[in-house]
């Protein structure tokens, strides 16, 4: 309903600039003449050399940034987790942290954490 009423609005307000637009006249010029000026040809032939501005070249490309974020999160994270070579107990750290992020973000979106775990559904209720 509020997206159908939403799209009206639109339309009406579309619909009054429309016609807003077509009421209104454009004053006439009083500047009098225009006068034409011509590119200076030196300036012209610089950016011509300039290899900044030859854009016929090829374009290089780097890393995505969806790439550099994947390449930190193996080597921040799963690098550590999958070789623990040390024997430190980094694992469990970074276990808590998810499971923090995890609760923080059912929280913010305020979701029962047992409806997510065991998939339960509301009960409907009779007004």
């Known amino acids: 309903m509020t997206k159908r009423l939403c799209i009206l609005f ?12 077509v009421a209104q006249t454009v004053p006439a010029d009083t500047l ?3 006068t034409l000026r011509t590119a200076d040809s030196t300036l012209a032939a610089a950016f011509r050399a300039d290899p900044d501005f030859n ?4 374009i290089a490309e780097g890393e995505s940034l969806l790439d550099v974020a994947w390449d930190w999160f193996v080597e921040t994270i799963l690098a ?20 923090a992020v995890g609760y923080a ?20 209720t009779i007004n």
Do not use: H
């Open 55 to 58: 854009y016929q070249g090829e």
């Open 32 to 34: 009098g003449a225009v």
């Open 80 to 99: 550590p987790l999958l070789t623990n070579s040390q024997g430190d107990l980094r694992w469990p750290v970074y276990l808590l942290m998810a499971i």
């Open 10 to 21: 639109a339309l009406a307000v579309t619909w009054c600039n429309m016609t807003m637009a």
């Open 105 to 124: 973000v059912l929280k913010l979106l305020r979701i029962e954490g047992k409806s997510v775990v065991f998939g339960r559904r509301q009960r409907p």
